[in-house]
């Protein structure tokens, strides 16, 4: 089945403590990315990779590191977390046409 | 940068009731378009993907048309039910960017 998954689902940590979000597709994608969902704010593209070793910041890439060693992976990480990354992030890979979307991770950072 | 802007935010409608969502762009070179469901707190599930050389698609109760010309794309949805319920989200796609709407919270009332 094709899919796109995130670990861990929910997660809520302190301030400074360095975090990682997984994220693995398994339909080959070269395409990745995260995006942050904020209410009344909407989804927006934190960073994108087009692919193996190749990333690029999105709308708002601020506290917030990624890589891209392989294909499959994407994780997501915060290496000082503040309050304000407190929201749901959610992990993407697209194919030719449309973007796959992974589960979700809720962050609270306190 | 493309702007997705979704009218209204937010609906009420009584169960069996025809409705249209709107959303508006203003890059009339957008790629593809697709609408999103999300239920609170949770992932985001395709409903419909419009390619670029597409002018509507269908499934089951739901119906997308997509017009760049005019820099407007609708989600139709018939005979609404309670378990329409829920935030929809229309997306454009950039190349492999997709930009966001904010969504329109529908509430189908028995």
Not at chain 1, 32 to 54: F, H, K, T
């Amino acid at each position: 089945e094709a899919q796109v998954t995130q670990n861990p689902r929910y997660l809520i940590t302190v301030t400074g403590k360095k975090l990682t979000v997984t994220c693995s597709q398994n339909m080959n994608h070269e395409y990745m990315s995260w995006y942050r969902q904020d209410p009344g704010l909407g989804l927006r593209q934190i960073y994108y990779s087009m692919n193996v070793e190749v990333t690029d910041k999105g709308d708002v890439p601020e506290g917030y590191k990624v890589s891209r060693k392989e294909k499959r992976n994407f994780p997501l990480i915060l290496e000082s977390p503040s309050p304000n990354q407190t929201s749901l992030y959610f992990c993407a890979s697209s194919g030719i046409y449309e973007q796959y979307f992974g589960p979700g991770t809720r962050l609270t950072v306190t | 940068k493309q702007e997705v802007t979704q009218i209204p935010a937010a609906l009420s409608v009584p169960e069996g009731e025809n409705l249209v969502l709107n959303c508006s762009f203003t890059d009339s070179a957008i790629y593809n378009l697709q609408w999103f469901r999300q239920d609170p707190g949770k992932g985001l599930t395709s409903l419909l993907l419009i390619q670029s050389s597409q002018r509507e698609q269908t499934s089951g109760r739901l119906n997308a048309s997509l017009d760049k010309s005019s820099g407007r794309s609708t989600l139709y949805i018939a005979a609404s039910q309670p378990g329409d319920s829920a935030t929809y989200l229309c997306a454009g796609y950039s190349g492999y960017a997709l930009n966001f709407g904010k969504g329109t919270s529908l509430l189908v009332t028995p």
